[in-house]
């Protein structure tokens, strides 16, 4: 055996794992061997922990593994939500079997366990903004995914909604620009496959009676279209009335999506302008947070962080002469407000992720102060969750 694996260099080498063995011998031949849930799968996949850190192992055809971990990467170099590829290699070095590596989404969860929690009336809309989301967010950047289902998304919690991440990347292409006809096909795709994966559930009395697959995928498919049009959608506008053109990006950076490029045209009377913008990404407010405070957080969590750091500076402010810079108030934001609740919170909130356990508490005070009609404070908030969590 000469074990064949290529990978990032800043993670575990992976060499003490039983590699001769298939997977499926691994829950008893591997301390590391850690049962977590997943989603369907065709393909054999075992899950390891190596300190604080999860991955997944996948075994396939070793060319799909090459080009599984190539997509992913590809999709992480163009910034998309998507599993983190880790390595991949086989046991000998020519075999047909090979195994892809990559680290566990944390705190996500298969869409089987969100739809079949108790509270599924109020995931049921986010699941599906997240999906209809995820596929905009790819096709603004050229890929066509080829196989979107609700087993190949992830979803993790995004201050109270939720966000989706793509799971397997074996048939993703990257085009550049994706014509309208690969945009239906994927979206073709998308219905099948969803379409599919509630009846299943439909079918072993795990979705209530009431929620029909064929309306579900439609509701999907409206939003998708609803979003892509709303970024795509040229406008008319009298050449006085040009602030528009910045309430539209706005508008748009509101929904999470940075604005790269505004294309304008005047019209021979020169009374009219036609503008259009161009997104990229929708990490607009988790790369603003990213910026001032170092924090990795969701696109919701990020928006609502920042509207606290704007609160905080406005506080500031009032006990000066002059207006607080925003870095400084992100900086008090995070080290006096935000890192002291999270702690407090920590022992009883250890397996959500910190900025979730964050957005409760601010949800709380929220709730608690509109319930007393003024602002209860935070101490009286923290206490108040706490307690409901022991
Ligand atoms: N990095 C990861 N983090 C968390 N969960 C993961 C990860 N990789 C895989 N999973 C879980 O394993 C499930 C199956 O993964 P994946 O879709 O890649 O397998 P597959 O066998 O290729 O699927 P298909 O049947 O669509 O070919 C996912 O739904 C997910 O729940
Ligand atoms: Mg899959």
Known sequence: MTLHLSLKPDGPDFIDLPWQLPLSE??????????????????????????????????????????????????????????????HGSLNEGDTQASVITQFL??????????????????????????????????????????????????RRDAGRLQAYLVDAETTEFHGQLSEAMRQHDLEILAENVFGGLS???????????????????LIEHKYAHLWDKLHRAMEIPVNERFRIREQIERLNQLGFSVEEVEIRGDASGEIIRFKVCVTDRNYFKNRLYGLTGLEAEENQAREFLNEIQECRAGLSQKRPEKVSLQEAAFHWLTRLYQPVVQALYPATQHTDRNEAYHWFLERKWLLSEQAGHDVGRGTALNNLLKSLA
């Open 26 to 87: 691994w829950r008893e031949a591997c301390s590391r061997w850690v049962e977590l849930p997943m989603g369907i799968a065709r393909h054999p996949i075992v899950f390891v922990q190596y300190g604080e850190e999860l991955y997944a192992i996948k075994q396939n055809v070793a060319a799909a593994c090459r080009k599984e971990y190539e997509n992913l990467r590809e999709l992480q170099r163009l910034n998309l939500p998507a599993v983190v590829p880790i390595g």
């Open 200 to 218: 299943d559930l439909l079918a072993g009395g795990l979705l209530p009676q009431h929620m029909d697959p064929h309306e579900t995928v439609a």
């Open 106 to 155: 944390s705190h996500s969860l298969p869409y089987r366990n969100l739809f079949t929690q108790p509270n599924l009336a109020y995931y049921r809309q986010f699941l599906l903004d997240a999906m209809a989301g995820l596929l905009v967010q790819l096709h603004l950047n050229g890929v066509f995914w080829g196989d979107c289902s609700l087993s190949n998304t992830l979803f």
